[in-house]
Structures are given as structure tokens and as C-alpha cells.
């Protein structure tokens, strides 16, 4: 299993309405590639005020070639609408994980 895990800090004042398009938006888009098998979305806990909220966005693929897939063919389009819509609202880093 390949863990796809993207770390997001998007600022306070953008946090709600940044969180409901996420769940209700951007998720089931990501999920309705039928790349991913699995999500989950996660709030961090232990965090230094840093002006705003830290939250991971986790995506659950079979294999490394589906992960590949989803990057080639669906992610561009994807974090593009993120970008255009939180630009300068969020800072994020992603790493990618093997279940070992």
C-alpha cells in the first residue's frame, strides 16, 4: 500500500470555508479519479502558532503505478484549482510513503 500524505498549514481566517471545500469539494474529486483507494483527513494537534492550521490529507493507492497515474494524469488539474483558489492562504509540503 502507498501512503500519499500532503501537509497543509492554510491560515485562520481561511480554515472554515478552506475545510468544508476540501470535504465537500477537492476530496471526492481526488477520490472520484479511482486512483486512490482510501482517504483520510487529518487536524494536527501539537502545533506552534504559526498564524494558522495544520492539517494532513492522506490518500491510500495499491500500488506505486496508480499513485504514478493519478500524478501524471489527474493531480495538475487538481492542486491548480487549489492554488488559484487558497494562493498565498496556505503553505504544504507531501510525502510519499511504502506500508512495510
Known amino acids: 500500500m502507498i501512503l500519499y500524505n500532503i501537509t497543509i498549514s492554510i491560515l485562520h481566517e481561511a480554515e472554515q470555508e478552506w475545510l468544508q471545500w476540501m470535504k465537500e469539494v477537492h476530496i471526492p474529486e481526488v477520490m472520484a479519479t479511482g486512483q486512490p483507494v482510501e482517504n ?9 502558532d ?6 494532513t490529507c492522506q490518500y491510500y493507492f495499491n500500488t506505486l503505478a496508480d499513485y504514478e497515474i493519478y500524478q501524471a494524469v489527474y493531480h495538475p488539474k487538481l492542486q491548480q484549482k487549489h492554488h488559484e483558489r487558497y494562493k498565498e492562504r496556505y503553505v504544504t509540503f507531501q510525502t510519499l510513503l511504502e506500508d512495510v
Do not use: A, I, P, S
Open 40 to 48: 483520510r483527513m487529518l487536524r494536527l494537534l501539537t502545533e506552534l
Open 50 to 55: 504559526n498564524g494558522g492550521v495544520t492539517y
